[in-house]
């Protein structure tokens, strides 16, 4: 079966970098666009970035743009999210997704086919 792994998340202070990583298996990895999205307590999970199958276009969230860079290697069936600058409000449980309609780079979550079970980032004041 389609498993998403994330792992990378952890505790920072301000300013820090983390670089989140999702392993994916039990599909094929380059035929799917992917995914991150954050979900923060009592919030709705929001779009962070995303990903075309060949890695060659991006799309980002206005909140991340300039700080947060998607990336693949569809060699290792993994993507990235590395994460610098963060921020007290970027403290959410992160979430990769796999997207099976290799059009147009999608921001709503209901038009992600698989899901990661998510990797917790906290950044500290």
């Known amino acids: 079966q389609v498993q998403l792994v994330e792992s990378g998340g952890g505790l920072v202070q301000a300013g820090g970098s983390l670089r989140l990583s999702c392993a994916a298996s039990?599909?094929?990895?380059?035929?799917?666009?992917m995914g991150w999205f954050q979900q923060a307590p009592g919030k709705e999970r929001e779009f962070v970035a995303a990903?075309?199958?060949?890695?060659?276009?991006?799309y980002y969230a206005d909140s991340v743009k300039g700080r947060f860079t998607i990336s693949r290697d569809n060699a290792k069936n993994t993507v990235y999210l590395q994460m610098n600058s963060l921020q007290p409000e970027d403290t959410a449980v992160y979430y990769c997704?796999?997207?099976?309609?290799?059009?147009?780079?999608?921001?709503?979550?209901?038009?992600?086919?698989?899901w990661g079970q998510g990797t917790q980032v906290t950044v500290s004041p």
């Open positions: 039990g599909l094929t990895f380059s035929r799917y666009n």
């Open positions: 997704a796999a997207d099976r309609n290799l059009g147009r780079l999608q921001t709503m979550s209901f038009r992600y086919d698989y």
């Open positions: 990903i075309t199958w060949s890695g060659g276009s991006t």
